[in-house]
C-alpha cells in the first residue's frame, strides 16, 4: 500500500513538473497566433481570435532580407557542421576505443580536460586564428571545429559506446580481410547507430540554437543564421511586433523538434548505453 501511494505521488510530482516545463512553449505557441495587442492584454494560452499576421508578417523578415534566407543560412552551417562532427568524432573514438599506441592515456586525459574549459577562455585565441586565417563573416569556423573534433563531449559519448562492441566482431574481420577503416564503416558504425543518432542531434540543436559563435564570427546580415535573425527583428523597428517574434520562434524551434521526434528511439538508446544518463 505504501508502495503504491509513492508511485502515485511520484507520478503527480512529474505530472506538475511537465506542466511548468511546458507551459511557456504552449504560451508561446499560443502568442504567435494572436495581434501584437492581444499579446499584452490577456493572459491565457488561447487567442481570442486566431490570426497568422505574425507568420505573413514575420516571413517577410528585415528589409529585403526574408526568413527564408535566414532558414536557409541556418541549414548550410548547421547540416555541414554535424555531418563533419560525426565523422570526426567517429575517427577519433574509433582510435582511442580499439587502438593502443603510445601516449594513448595522456592524450585521452587532455582531449577530455577540453570539456573542462570554458568557452569564454578560448573564444578569444580562436577569434584571433581565424582572422589570421581571412575565415571571418564565413561558416568556415564552425566548419574547421567540428571537422577537428573541437569538441570533446562526442568523442567521449562514442567511446563510451565503441568500448561495449566486442573486439571478436574485429578480429573476425581481420580474419575475413578487412581493413580498419572497413571495420569502422561496416561493423561499429551501424551497431553504434544509436550513439551516433545522438551526437548528431546534440549537435544539431546546439549549431541551430548557437547565437554567441554566431555574432562574434559572422558580420554580415545576409548570412545571418535564425537565432541572429529573430534577435535582429527585435531591433529593427521601434515598436517591437512580438506576435511576430514568437510566430519565427515557433518555426525556428520546428526543425528540432522534428527531428527529436523522428529520432526519438535511437537517441534514448543512445545516450542510454553510452553511460551519460542520470
Known amino acids: 500500500m505504501k508502495k503504491e501511494k509513492l508511485g502515485i505521488l511520484g507520478n503527480v510530482l512529474m505530472i506538475v513538473c511537465s506542466i511548468v516545463i511546458i507551459y511557456p512553449l504552449l504560451w508561446l505557441l499560443g502568442a504567435s497566433f494572436k495581434s501584437n495587442n492581444e499579446i499584452f492584454t490577456t493572459q491565457g494560452i488561447l487567442p481570442k481570435e486566431i490570426t497568422f499576421e505574425g507568420y505573413v508578417k514575420g516571413w517577410q523578415g528585415i528589409g529585403q532580407i526574408t526568413f527564408s534566407r535566414f532558414f536557409n543560412n541556418s541549414m ?109 564503416t561496416s561493423i561499429i558504425a551501424p551497431l553504434a547507430k ?55 520562434t515557433v518555426l525556428g524551434m520546428l526543425p528540432c523538434v522534428i527531428l527529436f521526434f523522428i529520432f526519438q528511439k535511437s537517441f534514448v538508446e543512445g545516450v542510454a548505453k553510452s553511460g551519460l544518463k542520470g
Do not use: H
Not at 165 to 172: A, G, K, N, T
Not at 200 to 206: I, P, S
Open 76 to 184: 548550410l552551417l548547421t547540416v555541414p557542421t554535424v555531418i563533419l562532427t560525426i565523422i570526426s568524432s567517429c575517427l577519433v573514438a574509433y582510435g582511442f576505443s580499439r587502438f593502443n599506441f603510445k601516449g594513448k592515456k595522456l592524450l585521452f586525459g587532455l582531449m577530455l580536460s577540453t570539456m573542462m574549459l570554458p568557452n569564454s577562455i578560448i573564444m578569444i585565441p580562436r577569434y584571433i586564428i581565424f582572422m589570421r586565417f581571412g575565415w571571418l563573416n564565413s561558416y568556415k569556423p564552425f566548419y574547421a571545429l567540428a571537422l577537428f573534433a573541437a569538441n570533446p563531449f562526442f568523442q567521449y559519448l562514442l567511446i563510451q559506446f565503441f568500448r561495449g562492441i566486442p573486439r571478436e566482431l574485429d578480429e573476425s574481420a581481420y580474419l575475413d580481410g578487412c581493413s580498419s577503416v572497413k571495420i569502422l
Open 194 to 248: 544509436a550513439s551516433i543518432v545522438s551526437a548528431a542531434l546534440f549537435q544539431f540543436l546546439w549549431t541551430w540554437n548557437d547565437f554567441n559563435n554566431a555574432l562574434i564570427y559572422i558580420d554580415s546580415v545576409k548570412k545571418y543564421p535564425v537565432s541572429l535573425g529573430l534577435r535582429l527583428s527585435i531591433d529593427s523597428d521601434a515598436k517591437v511586433g512580438w506576435n511576430k517574434v514568437t510566430a519565427m
